[in-house]
Nanobody, 119 residues
Framework: QVELVESGGGSVQPGGSLRLSCTASGSIFNINVMGWYRQAPGKELELVAQIIASGGSTNYGDFVKGGFTIRREYGANTVYMEMNSLEPEDTDVYYC????????????WGQGTLVTVSS
């Protein structure tokens, strides 16, 4: 069993910044991917960013304009995402995600953290 605890959400003005963090605990497999998806009510989950355990490969959602950066030390079970130049459309609930494809397929979700960008 893997559990995720995330934090860092809050309210900022347009152009502001936030730093999200997520820590995985439990039966962690060393080959895994962690990151964030976001979701508005009634909408599908949307990839924000993800990073492999080595920290050497990242993947960002199509909407990301370059102001978001996900980081992870090699083998670490905690990931961080710096979100800069936030815009109102970035307002959403952000869910940390952990997934593996071997030895089994597994996806685990964090509790979600709310990001609000408004004047």
């Amino acid at each position: 069993q893997v559990e995720l605890v995330e934090s860092g959400g809050g309210s900022v003005q347009p152009g502001g910044s936030l730093r999200l963090s997520c820590t995985a605990s439990g039966s962690i497999f060393n080959i895994n991917v962690m990151g964030w998806y976001r979701q508005a009510p009634g909408k599908e989950l949307e990839l924000v960013a993800q990073i492999i355990a080595s920290g050497g490969s990242t993947n960002y959602g199509d909407f990301v304009k370059g102001g978001f950066t996900i980081r992870r030390e090699y083998g670490a079970n905690t990931v961080y995402m710096e979100m800069n130049s936030l815009e109102p459309e970035d307002t959403d609930v952000y869910y940390c995600n952990y997934q593996t494809h071997w030895p089994t397929y597994l996806k685990v979700w964090g509790q979600g953290t709310l990001v609000t960008v408004s004047s």
